[in-house]
Structures are given as C-alpha cells and as structure tokens.
C-alpha cells in the first residue's frame, strides 16, 4: 500500500533551534507539496516541488524557512532558527501531475512541532 | 486568486441523522474537486471527487455534486454514524504554471453523538 512517509511525527524542540522535516513522496509522483496546519490559519501551502525543482516557495517565511529536493525519494523542509510561532502541523503530499492526468494528493501522517 | 470556502464548524448530529457541509470555490479555470477527510491525529485522506461538470462524486455512502452554475461542491450523507467523526475539508485542484496545486478550505469539525 503506496503511502507518504513523514519522520519524525513529533518534535519538540528550544526556541532557536534547528528543525527538519523529512519526507518520502509515492514512487512515481512528481509533485510534492509541504503544508503547515494551524488552528488559526487552517492549511497553508508553504512550498511546491515539481520533478524535484521547486516551483513557488512563496507561503514559506524566506529568512528561516527552506525546502529541498536531494533526490526524488526525500523532501525536506528545514526550520533555522526556529520560533514559538512555528508550532503546527506540518504536512507533506505528494501526487501526478501530467499534461492529462492530474491525482488527487497524497498526504504523510504529519510532523508534529512545538517550538518552547 | 483561487479559493474555497465552507462552513464553519463544529457539526453537531445525532446518529443516522443527515449530513450536509456546504462548500463553494472561486477559481480562474476550470478545477477538479475533492472532499478529503481528517481523522485525530492523522493526514488527510481522500474522501471523494469530481473532474466536471454535473460529475458526481460518492465513497462510503458520502456524496457531492459538482455544481459549476452555482460554483459549489456540497457534501451529503442520509445517515451518519459515530465513525464519521471528523474534518471535513473541501478543496479544488486547478492548474497552476504547469502545475496543478490543491487549494483548500478551512475544514468543517463534524461531531456525531450516539
């Protein structure tokens, strides 16, 4: 069962500290999403990646926020310095997305952050 | 810019009563849409879809009808039950410089009391 795989589930770490998420799109997308949940502002869409180049990062805060592609099988996303206010959920997802053919997302389980 | 837009929660019903979550979107082109589901403590998983006009998307006894004339997307089901407890989130998918990127709304919490 092809499943978004995201480590850790949950982090907690001090203020001004360095975070990153991890994640393992579906073999075979070619579209990777990063979004952060909150209470307040529901789902944001931080960045996107299209066979592996990101294409619009602009929901993402550029001073301490970045997110890359290695290779097709991990995204990450990299907090530095990490602030309070950087506690969420933050999700990725993957999916196709071809000239005709266009899946629904996929999305990971979640990293859990809390910034103290 | 593309948007979506729904009810606030939470739902309040009792078991084997009818659901309705109402959803309507604005988008510049011609968008597919989905109701996904969030379940405590997990991603979200999807619920249903539809890619065009008039389609009508249905799973686990779930259904929406994409409405273009009226740009919306309702969500319905005759008879909740406990199970169904949830977030509820209504999105569209339009294409996007190549791409195609979910747009989604605020979530709807659904409580079902037995």
């Known amino acids: 069962d092809a499943r978004v795989t995201q480590t850790p589930r949950d982090k907690v770490t001090e203020m001004g500290q360095e975070v990153t998420m991890r994640c393992q799109p579906i073999l075979g997308h070619n579209t990777v999403f990063w979004y952060r949940q909150t209470m307040k502002q529901g789902l944001e869409l931080l960045a996107y990646?299209?066979?592996?180049?990101?294409?619009?990062d602009s929901g993402m805060p550029k001073d301490r926020f970045s997110a890359e592609m290695p290779d097709a099988t991990l995204a990450t996303l990299k907090i530095q310095p990490s602030e309070p206010r950087d506690s969420a959920v933050y999700f990725c997802?993957?999916?196709?997305?071809?000239?005709?053919?266009?899946?629904?997302?996929?999305f990971g389980q979640g990293t859990r952050l809390t910034v103290v | 810019g593309d948007s979506v837009t729904q009810m606030e929660g939470p739902v309040t019903l009792s078991e084997e009563a009818f659901l309705t979550i109402n959803c309507t979107y604005t988008a510049t082109g011609y968008p597919s849409l989905f109701w996904y589901v969030q379940y405590p403590g997990e991603g979200l998983q999807l619920l249903l879809k539809a890619t065009k006009a008039d389609d009508k998307g249905s799973n686990k006894g779930f259904e929406a009808t994409y409405r273009k004339e009226t740009t919306s997307f309702h969500l319905e089901k005759g008879s909740v039950q406990v199970s169904d407890s949830a977030v509820y989130f209504c999105a569209l998918s339009d294409r996007r410089g190549g791409s195609y990127i979910p747009t989604f709304g605020r979530g709807t919490s659904l409580i079902v009391h037995p």
């Open positions: 990646f299209r066979n592996r180049a990101p294409l619009d």
């Open positions: 997802a993957s999916g196709l997305s071809l000239n005709s053919v266009n899946t629904e997302a996929f």
